[in-house]
């Protein structure tokens, strides 16, 4: 299954009595975070919420699915619902920079050309690949 490139999902920021806030998901109930402020708390959010959907995503597993924010109720006195979203692509241009091998096919002349010149292949590759994926 294909993810979106981009996804948001409800959150329920709960106030803490020392100031901060601990942040559930409806949707995702095993997915919560915290912080000492809103920014604090959303920056965890994002993150929590970022390892848990690519962690889906590589082990193949279905997206949850994602509540309207106007049919999630907040009861608790001063929480509130706000949306965090989820970037894959940014987030795996972030965190999954890990080098993986290729093996590819060239024709003799031009390998010898670009040896000649002292290029780069992994390098050439690469920036070849994101010119053509716009990335």
Same mark, same amino acid.
């Given at each position: 299954?294909?993810?979106?490139?981009? /996804?948001?999902? *409800?959150?329920?920021?709960? *106030?803490?009595?020392?100031?901060?806030?601990? /942040?559930?998901?409806?949707?995702? *109930?095993?997915?919560?975070?915290?912080?000492?402020?809103?920014?604090?708390?959303?920056?965890?959010? %994002?993150?929590?919420?970022?390892?848990?959907?690519?962690?889906?995503?590589?082990?193949? #597993?279905?997206?949850?699915?994602?509540?309207?924010?106007?049919?999630?109720?907040?009861?608790? #006195?001063?929480?509130?619902?706000?949306?965090?979203?989820?970037?894959?692509?940014?987030?795996?241009?972030?965190?999954?920079?890990?080098? /993986?091998?290729?093996?590819?096919? +060239?024709?003799?002349?031009?390998?010898?050309?670009?040896?000649? %010149?002292? +290029?780069?292949?992994?390098?050439?590759?690469? #920036?070849?690949?994101?010119?053509?994926?716009?990335?």
């Amino acid at each position: 299954m294909e993810f979106p490139k981009k /996804v948001y999902y *409800p959150a329920i920021y709960h *106030p803490e009595e020392d100031g901060g806030y601990w /942040v559930s998901f409806p949707d995702i *109930p095993e997915v919560l975070s915290g912080g000492e402020d809103i920014a604090t708390a959303t920056e965890m959010a %994002e993150d929590a919420l970022g390892i848990y959907l690519y962690d889906l995503e590589e082990n193949g #597993e279905t997206l949850p699915t994602v509540s309207n924010p106007g049919y999630v109720s907040v009861e608790e #006195e001063g929480a509130f619902i706000a949306l965090i979203d989820f970037d894959y692509l940014a987030y795996k241009i972030k965190n999954g920079n890990q080098a /993986v091998k290729k093996t590819l096919t +060239i024709p003799s002349w031009l390998n010898s050309l670009a040896e000649k %010149e002292n +290029i780069n292949f992994s390098q050439t590759l690469q #920036e070849s690949l994101k010119e053509k994926l716009n990335v």
